[in-house]
């Protein structure tokens, strides 16, 4: 587990462009951030450059999410993840941060309530003489000091505990959230406890609490040469594809209308994603990682075919008729798309009308009166 998770950088189809930009990142994170909030409490108007100082974390954030989904759904059977498509980055680490937020929402509101109490203690505004007397009866001198250091450590024990809840739930919340793109699920307590109580994924986190570690460890001297900056990048990767593989038996992504291919049909909370409510009209096909980060563009075989009065004839010869759609198919000989004739008539890629196959012309649309054959 823990060697595939780490080689899947090494495999990524772009290691490279990952390591830089995700050092890059992280290093923006630990300077931006910082300069940000220390600007924001002299000059509360800085907290208008909150998604711009921020979006360095938001969209590491948002890698490390994709990281989680590629090994809930493979493993990282491919490598890591190139970076692309950067505004679904910052909308997922945007929402990861959220999901952070409500969970330690709890801890946060304990604290500023205990704040308060010891403020209003300090001030004087509330009078514990009547209770502080019978405790320097019963326990002498010290008495109240000691049972302040008792509450005082009962407090901290407890904080303790919840931030460690909060370091195992949170990753099994964050694959949750990341199976099926929907915050909601990751805020979902029967789902999140399913993922949490798997033995495979309580392995992973173990896993992966180590490797954090070890890399912080030996990252650290190396932080000032920048170098550890992308070690500490390249850890959190291999934590999040350890997370995703933990939680792979415990959450299965289908589509909607497929129930029949779910391995595990008893499981009630298996995730299902349902993909059958996006707009009428699918969006657009992303251009493939590999070009997009310039390594490679693909150069498909065209041909030209030209038609005349009396049929049409090959200009270059094709291999096949399929041209590509997509980088994962191909559309028939006329490519999927209509031509239009001048009198609103479809017709196929040479120009002839499937109600009128015998002219085999194709007549351009001019802004002149009279129109003439291009052909």
């Given at each position: 587990?823990?060697?595939?998770?780490?080689?899947?950088?090494?495999?990524?189809?772009?290691a490279a462009g990952?390591?830089?930009?995700?050092?890059?990142?992280?290093?923006?994170?630990?300077?931006?951030?910082?300069?940000?909030?220390?600007?924001?409490?002299?000059?509360?108007?800085?907290?208008?450059?909150?998604?711009?100082?921020?979006?360095?974390?938001?969209?590491?954030?948002?890698?490390?999410?994709?990281?989680?989904?590629?090994?809930?759904?493979?493993?990282?059977?491919?490598?890591?993840?190139?970076?692309?498509?950067?505004?679904?980055?910052?909308?997922?680490?945007?929402?990861?941060?959220?999901?952070?937020?409500?969970?330690?929402?709890?801890?946060?509101?304990?604290?500023?309530?205990?704040?308060?109490?010891?403020?209003?203690?300090?001030?004087?505004?509330?009078?514990?003489?009547?209770?502080?007397?019978?405790?320097?009866?019963?326990?002498?001198?010290?008495?109240?000091?000691?049972?302040?250091?008792?509450?005082?450590?009962?407090?901290?024990?407890?904080?303790?505990?919840?931030?460690?809840?909060?370091?195992?739930?949170?990753?099994?919340?964050?694959?949750?959230?990341?199976?099926?793109?929907?915050?909601?699920?990751?805020?979902?307590?029967?789902?999140?406890?399913?993922?949490?109580?798997?033995?495979?994924?309580?392995t992973a986190w173990?896993?992966?609490?180590?490797?954090?570690?070890?890399?912080?460890?030996?990252?650290?001297?190396?932080?000032?040469?920048?170098?550890?900056?992308?070690?500490?990048?390249?850890?959190?990767?291999?934590?999040?594809?350890?997370?995703?593989?933990?939680?792979?038996?415990?959450?299965?992504?289908?589509?909607?209308?497929?129930?029949?291919?779910?391995?595990?049909?008893?499981?009630?909370?298996?995730?299902?994603?349902?993909?059958?409510?996006?707009?009428?009209?699918?969006?657009?096909?992303?251009?493939?990682?590999?070009?997009?980060?310039?390594?490679?563009?693909?150069?498909?075989?065209?041909?030209?075919?030209?038609?005349?009065?009396?049929?049409?004839?090959?200009?270059?010869?094709?291999?096949?008729?399929?041209?590509?759609?997509?980088?994962?198919?191909?559309?028939?000989?006329?490519?999927?798309?209509?031509?239009?004739?001048?009198d609103g008539k479809?017709?196929?890629?040479?120009?002839?009308?499937?109600?009128?196959?015998?002219?085999?012309?194709?007549?351009?649309?001019?802004?002149?009166?009279?129109?003439?054959?291009?052909?």
């Open positions: 587990m823990l060697r595939g998770t780490v080689t899947a950088l090494t495999r990524s189809a772009d990952v390591l830089v930009v995700g050092g890059l990142l992280t290093l923006l994170t630990w300077v931006v951030t910082p300069i940000w909030v220390g600007g924001a409490l002299l000059f509360p108007p800085l907290v208008l450059l909150a998604p711009l100082a921020l979006a360095p974390a938001f969209v590491a954030r948002g890698y490390f999410v994709r990281v989680l989904t590629a090994g809930i759904a493979t493993g990282n059977a491919d490598g890591a993840p190139p970076f692309v498509a950067w505004n679904e980055l910052y909308r997922n680490g945007l929402k990861s941060a959220l999901l952070s937020a409500v969970l330690l929402a709890p801890l946060v509101l304990g604290a500023a309530l205990a704040a308060l109490a010891i403020g209003a203690l300090g001030n004087g505004l509330v009078d514990l003489a009547s209770v502080a007397e019978p405790v320097r009866a019963a326990l002498g001198g010290g008495g109240v000091a000691a049972v302040g250091a008792v509450a005082g450590g009962l407090v901290g024990t407890v904080a303790a505990a919840y931030l460690l809840a909060f370091a195992y739930v949170r990753p099994a919340a964050l694959a949750a959230f990341a199976a099926s793109g929907r915050l909601r699920d990751g805020l979902h307590p029967r789902r999140v406890g399913r993922v949490a109580g798997s033995g495979t994924y309580a173990l896993v992966a609490a180590a490797t954090l570690g070890a890399g912080y460890t030996l990252a650290g001297p190396f932080v000032p040469l920048v170098v550890g900056v992308a070690l500490v990048f390249v850890v959190h990767v291999a934590a999040h594809g350890l997370y995703g593989r933990g939680a792979a038996t415990a959450l299965e992504v289908v589509d909607a209308g497929d129930e029949d291919g779910v391995t595990d049909p008893t499981a009630a909370e298996a995730v299902r994603v349902d993909r059958s409510d996006g707009p009428e009209r699918p969006p657009t096909p992303e251009v493939p990682p590999m070009v997009q980060t310039g390594r490679s563009v693909p150069l498909g075989r065209t041909g030209v075919r030209e038609t005349g009065a009396g049929g049409t004839r090959a200009g270059r010869a094709r291999v096949d008729d399929s041209v590509p759609d997509g980088p994962g198919g191909a559309v028939g000989a006329d490519g999927g798309f209509d031509w239009n004739a001048p479809s017709v196929d890629r040479d120009g002839v009308s499937p109600d009128d196959t015998a002219s085999g012309e194709f007549e351009w649309d001019v802004d002149v009166d009279d129109r003439e054959d291009k052909n």
